[in-house]
């Protein structure tokens, strides 16, 4: 078990090393740097470049972002004078994860409902709303559903917050267009599953023992459902992170993703290295933990023979 | 790497970001997000965080829109651009135009210290510090002894430590040599380069205003006006609230030498930089002015109460390579011009623009109260000559000994209003001059890097004035100039520029200017296109925002809001 996890530690070191030493190559090949503008001098610019070290090679400068990182230190805004990466990630943070957690939350939720709804009801009305709302949610972008949402509701009827973050009625709008495609996914998932367990023998034998429809629904058929669904959670979380960019511009929110897009736009070099490393460590560390889980749950593992 | 373990990732993440949540400290914003209700509470928006509130270093236009709510210079401009008693109470100036003479009020910065005349003589010298790299020093060179500071030669700290040490003593006596001087508190003395009609003005903008000292010092360079808690104010308004990326907030500054005339008791300033979403806020009345109606939305507000249209001091041209192997031709530079309908471009594509007939827009004098552009003249047609255009392009190609153009590029920075300005140029030039031309809409950095390094055929960009004076525009073609990134040199046009220079009066002045912009146009190392404006709007009830033709957008000082 001991060398099994010293292995698995060792490749997601290997990765997150592979991952910035990617991102840093890449994001020193696209053209422009943080001074480049057209207002300022050419002199004034050199300056603010050696300044901050862009005069180096590349291979210092890769070398001096390693000595911070084991310092522990993401480094400094180059284009806010004076605010380190890591305060900048803080304030995103917790926008993100919560605008991330409410909309997989509802569209999880209603998807397992729709999707029973419909495969009880296959061929009838329930099924077709289902389907519905699975192709409209699946081929309408985030950001039209978002644009849309914002002029029925907080145009016209002024039910809701237009913009902004902050209030629980803030993330009423975005939370619902950043999940709709989650919703979709999930509803056609769940329906398909627990089509095929209703036909199934053993559901037809509990229904004709007796068995309430509730308590089929419990032990059999929503169980049997899930299990997709759990499978497609990884995807469908990285799809809200990543669909969350368009959402969170039209709603003028606080969130990581704009943070990340302004910093590449800006090319603020410490800030797309310090999300790029944060992300990498999130989804490693998440790695790491269910390689270890599965060394716990598979005996086979343990004993040395992995892959 | 990933493959069967997904479930277990997901589950993680998921219960992570539960977790995030809940722990999370999110500011409850909805008591001051809910605008549009408190009395005399402007509500704007800036658009986007200013990165940094130093009025030394940035050149941030963001940063420029509020530090000139919360401070002030020597002068303030009013809505036709006139220089009025800011900081300074009056002025003389010197018989050969070399002195200025500045008479300080009595004026407080925010935390009660007196404004003082070595504040400025302070911020001056650290703007032209070549070691604080401040971005927008140059608009200082007009000072005796600014130049020596903008053009010295820092040494790398990282290779030459004891040379850059060194080169702090040096710095100190250039600094002490610069043209400003604090004889008391309550007097500034500014000495020139050389006399320049258009510098009072300039005292206006950011990088002129003052610093408080002592202050700043304490704090540290890097400090200052990172936080408002680092900054002093001496301006209508101070900074009440600062959340990055969500709203930046102010409040009336009681110490305001004329807070007698400041009648808002605040501004609400939230960062919504969809355009879409601003115009939704405005529709919801939960903005009170929009400063730029975004082109698409133009039709909606056009007509309404509150509209108004003004011109601005930009103009919009092709810059041209003039080493391209094809564009090295003036009769082919001159045929891409006379296939452009400027009239048609500048009612269809842009809107309420005007046609460029010269480069220099008419919103600018060439000395005060003077325009230039009757100077210059109509030069260039407002529609497109077809068959002048394919004669000079087949001229200019007979010239070059060559038979057909080479591949010509338009390099231009991605957006949804300059897409639709590049494609209608590559239409114009299709059908009015049969040349298929090749748009690439690059973001903003790798276009200007592209630029920098020259490869294109032209570039579609925009130049707006820094001061009022026809200089702001014709500096940037002349051999000297820093900001001349299209290698251009004519030598007519350089000793018309120079001549311009020592002419002893404004109107011999003018007129050199003129010749030199005559010289420019027939040339076209630029193709102008046309001249835009501002489209603006306020709800009812709202009026006196300022708005300027150069610097920070406007001054929210005397606004007043009546719902």
């Known amino acids: ?307 | 790497m990933f493959g069967m373990r997904r479930p277990v990732a997901a589950l993680l993440a998921l219960a992570s970001a539960l977790f995030l949540t809940a722990c999370g400290h999110g500011v409850d914003l909805a008591a001051t997000a809910v605008a549009g209700s408190a009395h005399a509470v402007l509500n704007i928006d800036w658009g986007t965080d200013p990165p940094g509130l130093n009025p030394i270093t940035t050149d941030n236009n963001v940063s420029f829109d509020v530090l000139n709510q919360v401070m002030e210079g020597l002068t303030r401009l009013n809505a036709q651009g006139v220089p009025q008693p800011g900081i300074a109470a009056s002025w003389g100036v010197g018989a050969r135009g070399l002195t200025y003479t500045f008479h300080l009020r009595h004026a407080l910065w925010s935390n009660g210290d007196p404004v003082q005349a070595g504040d400025f003589v302070y911020a001056w010298r650290q703007a032209l510090d070549p070691r604080n790299a401040a971005q927008d020093a140059s608009e200082l060179q007009y000072i005796a002894g600014a130049s020596a500071l903008l053009h010295f030669s820092l040494p790398d700290p990282k290779t030459h430590p004891t040379a850059y040490a060194a080169a702090g003593t040096q710095i100190s006596h250039l600094e002490a040599a610069l043209g400003v001087r604090a004889p008391n508190p309550q007097t500034l003395v500014v000495t020139l380069a050389r006399p320049t009609p258009f510098w009072l003005p300039l005292t206006s903008l950011p990088v002129y205003f003052p610093a408080d000292q002592s202050r700043v010092m304490a704090w540290g360079m890097g400090r200052y006006g990172s936080n408002p808690q680092y900054m002093s104010f001496d301006g209508p308004f101070v900074i009440s609230a600062w959340v990055h990326n969500q709203y930046l907030d102010l409040k009336k500054n009681p110490k305001y030498w004329d807070a007698a005339h400041v009648q808002l008791a605040g501004v609400h300033g939230v960062m919504v930089s969809s355009a879409a979403t601003v115009d939704n806020l405005y529709q919801t009345d939960q903005l009170d002015v929009l400063p730029s109606i975004p082109p698409q939305f133009l039709s909606e507000y056009r007509g309404k109460p509150g509209f108004h249209s003004t011109p601005l001091a930009q103009v919009w041209y092709l810059q041209v390579n003039v080493n391209d192997p094809a564009f090295k031709n003036v009769l082919i530079r001159r045929a891409f011009s006379e296939a452009i309908d400027r009239a048609a471009f500048a009612s269809k594509v842009v809107p309420g623009s005007t046609p460029a007939y010269a480069l220099t827009p008419p919103t600018v004098d060439y000395a005060p109260g003077r325009p230039f552009s009757p100077l210059v003249g109509h030069v260039l047609p407002p529609t497109a000559d077809p068959a002048l255009a394919r004669r000079d392009l087949a001229d200019g190609l007979k010239a070059l000994g060559l038979t057909v153009l080479p591949r010509v590029t338009l390099l231009l920075p991605s957006s949804s209003t300059t897409d639709l300005e590049a494609a209608a140029l590559q239409g114009m030039f299709q059908q009015n001059m049969g040349v298929s031309v090749q748009v690439e809409s690059v973001d903003f950095k790798t276009f200007l890097q592209l630029m920098q390094q020259g490869r294109y055929s032209m570039v579609l960009a925009a130049w707006g004035a820094d001061y009022n004076d026809p200089t702001t525009f014709l500096d940037l073609f002349t051999a000297h100039s820093p900001f001349n990134t299209i290698h251009w040199s004519d030598p007519a046009y350089n000793a018309d520029m120079q001549a311009a220079q020592s002419a002893p009066d404004a109107a011999r002045r003018g007129a050199d200017l003129a010749a030199a912009e005559k010289e420019l146009l027939a040339q076209l190392p630029v193709i102008p296109l046309y001249w835009p404006t501002r489209n603006w709007t306020e709800q009812p009830g709202v009026r006196g925002i300022v708005f300027y033709l150069t610097g920070p957008d406007y001054s929210l000082k005397g606004v007043t809001k009546s719902r």
Not at chain 1, 173 to 183: H, N, R
Not at chain 1, 229 to 244: D, E, Q
Request: glycine share 10%; aromatic share 10%.
């Open chain 1, 1 to 307: 078990m001991g060398r099994y996890l010293l292995g698995r530690c060792l490749r997601t070191l290997v990765a997150l090393w592979a991952i910035i030493s990617l991102t840093f190559l890449v994001m020193h090949l696209i053209p422009g740097n943080p001074f480049l503008a057209p207002q300022v001098a050419p002199a004034i610019r050199q300056r603010l470049i050696v300044r901050y070290g862009l005069d180096l090679p590349l291979w210092r400068q890769y070398l001096l972002y390693w000595a911070g990182l084991l310092r522990g230190s993401l480094g400094v805004s180059m284009v806010v004078p004076g605010r380190t990466v890591r305060e900048m990630i803080g304030a995103a943070l917790p926008v993100s994860a919560q605008l991330g957690a409410e909309a997989l939350g509802w569209s999880v939720t209603l998807g397992i409902v729709l999707g029973l709804l419909a495969a009880f009801h296959m061929n009838r009305t329930w099924d077709y709303v289902a389907l519905a709302v699975a192709v409209l949610g699946l081929s309408v972008p985030n950001f039209v559903i978002a644009a849309l949402l914002d002029y029925v509701f907080a145009v016209r009827l002024r039910l809701l917050p237009v913009a902004g973050w902050g209030g629980p009625a803030h993330s009423v709008l975005p939370a619902f267009a950043l999940g709709c495609m989650s919703l979709a996914l999930v509803s056609r998932l769940v329906r398909f599953q627990g089509a095929e367990v209703l036909n199934l023998d053993y559901v037809r034998t509990a229904r004709a023992k007796g068995l309430p429809w509730s308590a089929i629904l419990a032990r059999h058929v929503l169980r049997n459902a899930m299990l997709p669904v759990l499978t497609t959670l990884g995807p469908l979380a990285a799809a809200v992170v990543v669909g969350s960019l368009a959402i969170e511009r039209i709603f003028a929110i606080p969130g990581l993703g704009s943070a990340f897009v302004r910093s590449i736009l800006d090319r603020d070099y410490p800030v797309i290295l310090g999300v790029t490393v944060f992300y990498a460590c999130v989804l490693l560390g998440f790695n790491f933990l269910v390689d270890v889980l599965y060394g716990v749950v598979d005996p086979r593992i343990r004993l040395g023979k992995e892959d």
